[in-house]
């Protein structure tokens, strides 16, 4: 009303997609195979009822893996085409680089077994009866892991990308530093960041960045960035972006 008054236009949510795409963005799986099955019915479902698309694209926000109990049906079910007639796009998210990091010597896979690599230990295969605190003991463990894991998961892990754009859309698994254009970013603030990009009122002029990493209850739609990471592994709420040109709205898993 006020806006109406005093002849201001009335303010417009920032986003759009290209004419007869559609997007299905997917937030933080966390080896929650269920509930991922669930949700490619859900978006097949909601497909089906817009039968003049043209093109459509599934694009998952990476945390395929660690703390849910299926992490290695989860990324079997990424390996093949999870919904015929869509393209899909892989993201990296920071607990594939942690389990790389790993099984590349490039850590020692202590912090990664403590916020969910465990699970993912054991998803393969491969037990663990407490943390390695030895170098012989980290090494035994990692070639374990190199033996249980087939080849084609770890090259679907490495093929991820980083970030991927569609119309004024950017996905990105953490965020962006605010301030900083894209091509500048570096893949540590796309994989991990968190408060500063929170805070930003507008992180990347020009773009809505869609994005998981940070939990939230609900999807959170802060017009020039959007949080679909609804903690599935804990939630039983797993949460899909629906973009449709100047349209945006969300599917979930009941929780």
């Known amino acids: ?48 009822a817009h039968p003049l698309d043209r093109g459509r694209s599934l694009v998952f926000l990476g ?3 660690d703390r849910g109990a299926e992490s290695r049906g989860v990324i079997e079910r990424l390996l093949g085409d999870p919904l015929p007639g869509f393209s899909t796009v892989r993201l990296m998210g920071n607990h594939e ?9 490039e850590s020692d896979g202590r912090d990664w077994l403590t916020y969910g690599g465990l699970e993912t230990l054991l998803s393969y295969g491969v037990p663990l009866r407490r943390l390695p605190h030895t170098g012989p003991a980290v090494s035994a463990l990692r070639e374990s892991l190199r033996e249980a894991v087939p080849a084609r998961h770890v090259e679907l892990i490495r093929d991820c990308a980083l970030h991927h754009s569609v119309g004024d859309y950017l996905f990105v698994h953490a965020g ?3 301030g900083i254009p894209l091509e500048r970013q570096r893949p540590t603030d ?6 500063e990009f929170l805070r930003a009122r507008v992180p990347l002029p020009g773009r809505v960045v869609v ?15 959007i949080d679909i990471d609804t ?15 100047g349209d945006r709205r969300f599917l ?4």
């Open 63 to 65: 945390d395929y893996i």
């Open 231 to 245: 903690g599935a592994f804990a939630s039983g709420r797993l949460t899909s972006l629906v973009l449709r040109a």
């Open 97 to 105: 680089e942690a389990m790389l990091a790993f099984l590349e010597g």
């Open 190 to 195: 796309m994989l991990w960041i968190r408060d």
């Open 252 to 255: 979930s898993t009941a929780a």
């Open 1 to 48: 009303m006020f806006r109406r008054w005093f002849g201001l236009r009335p303010s417009v949510r920032p986003g759009t997609i290209p004419d007869g795409q559609a997007v299905y963005a997917i937030g933080d799986v966390h080896g929650r195979l269920d509930l991922l099955d669930d949700l490619l019915v859900r978006i097949q479902r909601d497909a089906d």
């Open 176 to 178: 962006v530093r605010p």
């Open 211 to 225: 994005h998981g990493h940070t939990i939230c209850d609900l999807p959170q739609d802060r017009d020039h960035r």
